[in-house]
């Protein structure tokens, strides 16, 4: 399973950014797939996940009403909108796969890719 994140950049307070994930599997939808990010010197924590039916969808409290997670089976990508974007957003955002199969246990993540919104 490989996850390769992209769309992060620099961006003013109040701008957005799109991040996308494309994952190389064989059956996207046996994976619930997610996004956390990790700030400097802090513990890496979730910010949004999404079911195999590209429906329901969780996300951190910090996020809602800002930030909106989707996901196209068909093309094997996740996509995190990011609008109204804040300095305390600044982190690198990771790609994560779950499998939820007995065939494709596990989780997996992306190299990250950086989001730094200047104030």
């Known amino acids: 399973v490989q996850l390769v994140e992209s769309g992060g950049g620099l961006v003013q307070t109040g701008g957005s950014l799109r991040l996308s994930c494309a994952a190389s599997?064989?059956?996207?939808?046996?994976?619930?797939m997610g996004w956390y990010r990790q700030a400097p010197g802090r513990e890496r924590e979730f910010v949004a996940a999404?079911?195999?039916?590209?429906?329901?969808?969780n996300y951190a409290d910090s996020v809602k009403g800002r930030f909106t997670i989707s996901r196209d089976n068909a093309k094997n990508t996740m996509y995190l909108q990011m609008n109204n974007l804040k300095p305390e957003d600044t982190a690198i955002y990771y790609c994560?796969?779950?499998?939820?199969?007995?065939?494709?246990?596990?989780?997996?993540w992306g190299q990250g890719t950086q989001v730094t919104v200047s104030s």
């Open positions: 599997v064989r059956t996207f939808s046996d994976y619930v």
């Open positions: 999404m079911h195999r039916n590209g429906v329901i969808a």
């Open positions: 994560n796969g779950r499998g939820i199969t007995i065939a494709t246990k596990g989780d997996y």
